[in-house]
């Protein structure tokens, strides 16, 4: 690797600038003028929290969650091959809204690289570099999911590279990881290769500040984007890379924890500009998108590291691009909140990808005041897919008399609705939330 950025090196002393890569950050801020695309499914999804608020008589925070299923856009994960399906059908969605005199912007998850989640193991997929799992990713589900963008050149599409990826590069210290990284490497480079359009805006995943934005892991992460673009081709370009995605970390914050103490990105706005400054140097793109769809409340962490299903958490910024940051273009919303990060954090918690309607309750109540507010600062309507949901005027659903159903709130500082359980008994799970089990 140090081989490849020494040549990386001479090339850009050879021309006497970092302009040859400047070009590798394609166009404008995508997102400008637009609004996210509303998921469907997510909200079908969230309509058991909804009716799980009605049923205690929670106007309020049915009121909240029917604002999220009509005018919060998320984006659609496609984490392994049979779910390639799922672009089809944001792609009609998407010509619906248009078909509208709306503006969307589709947001994409490319998330299915062979022995992925390599450190962790909660979200690992379908393939494995041992039985011919980084040539099945480049034929069965690169090359398919390229061709169904570049066939819609109508729309515009906002996608995020792998998840996670770089992150293992730059810190996994298995053998497991350590053997994934350059296959890992290729197969995102090929990735890169094949989605090149100009309505088609890619963001390589670079973890979040908790992880990579330690002072020391800035330049070898930017390291990492290098060696990908490189081996992705002279002529490749991506607008630039996500961050948080997955994560609770706030996108700013006046009040960092103590566990962030030395770190140059205490929040996600310092880590765009901590990592932007050291992909600068490299003559990199330097534009992020920010998932805000999960924020941890203040102390619900005690250490860093802490990323599944913590509790308590809400709900974050919503879609904007008024971001204050020139390095982001945008706040969104990547990981849909309620679907669970696996069987661990808050009790209860399903495996990975399962909707975890306790969790997405917790969200609604700790939701962002722009939530709240039934506001935002979408630049549109951003309600480009989904059927409105009907009013919430009246209680329906499950649960028993005035009490929550199993897995929901039932206790905790500040929490002003039932105390008992139809189902199960109220167990505090910390000071904030208490839940039925």
């Not at 400008?32 to 509303?38: C, D, F």
């Not at 997510?42 to 929670?58: C, P």
Request: aromatic residues 8%.
């Amino acid at each position: 690797m140090r081989v490849a950025f020494a040549i990386l090196a001479g090339l850009l002393a050879n021309t006497g600038s970092a302009s040859p890569l400047e070009a590798r950050q394609s166009g404008t801020n995508p997102f400008v003028g637009r609004s996210l695309l509303v998921n469907p499914k997510y909200s079908e999804s969230l309509e058991k929290t909804r009716q799980a608020f009605l049923s205690r008589g929670d106007q309020t925070n049915a009121a909240k969650v029917q604002y999220v299923q009509n005018k919060v856009g998320t984006f659609v994960w496609i984490s392994n091959i049979f779910l390639l399906g799922d672009i089809d059908d944001a792609i009609r969605n998407a010509r619906a809204a248009q078909a509208r005199g709306e503006k969307p912007i589709v947001g994409l998850v490319l998330y299915n690289l062979p022995d992925r989640d390599c450190s962790a193991g909660h979200s690992s997929g379908e393939l494995s570099l041992d039985q011919n799992g980084l040539n099945r990713y480049r034929s069965e589900y690169v090359q398919p999911f390229a061709q169904k963008l570049k066939a819609a050149s109508d729309l515009q599409f906002a996608v995020v590279l792998e998840p996670d990826a770089i992150g293992n590069m730059v810190t996994g210290t298995t053998a497991f990881c350590k053997n994934a990284r350059g296959p890992q490497q290729d197969g995102i480079a090929y990735a890169i290769q094949q989605l090149q359009a100009s309505h088609i805006h890619l963001y390589l995943d670079v973890a979040n500040g908790g992880w990579l934005g330690w002072a020391d892991n800035l330049k070898p992460t930017a390291a990492e984007v290098a060696t990908i673009l490189q081996k992705a081709g002279g002529n490749a370009r991506i607008r630039g890379y996500s961050s948080n995605v997955s994560n609770y970390n706030p996108y700013s914050t006046n009040n960092p924890p103590p566990y962030t103490a030395g770190s140059p990105s205490a929040d996600e706005s310092r880590y765009a500009t901590s990592l932007g400054n050291a992909l600068r140097e490299r003559g990199l793109p330097t534009s992020f998108i920010i998932d805000q769809g999960r924020v941890a409340l203040d102390g619900a962490r005690k250490e860093w590291g802490e990323w599944c299903n913590v509790s308590p958490a809400g709900f974050g910024q919503p879609f904007t691009t008024n971001t204050n940051n020139a390095n982001v273009d945008a706040i969104v919303w990547v990981k849909p909140g309620g679907e669970s990060d696996g069987t661990c954090g808050m009790s209860g918690a399903p495996a990975a990808g399962s909707w975890f309607d306790a969790y997405a309750q917790m969200l609604t109540t700790n939701a962002h005041p722009d939530i709240r507010a039934g506001g935002g600062n979408a630049p549109g309507p951003s309600s480009t897919s989904a059927a409105p949901v009907p009013s919430a005027t009246a209680p329906g659903g499950g649960g028993g008399g005035n009490c929550a159903p199993r897995w929901a709130q039932c206790g905790g500082q500040g929490w002003s609705g039932p105390t008992c359980c139809s189902e199960g008994t109220c167990q505090a799970s910390n000071q904030w939330y208490s839940q039925c089990l």
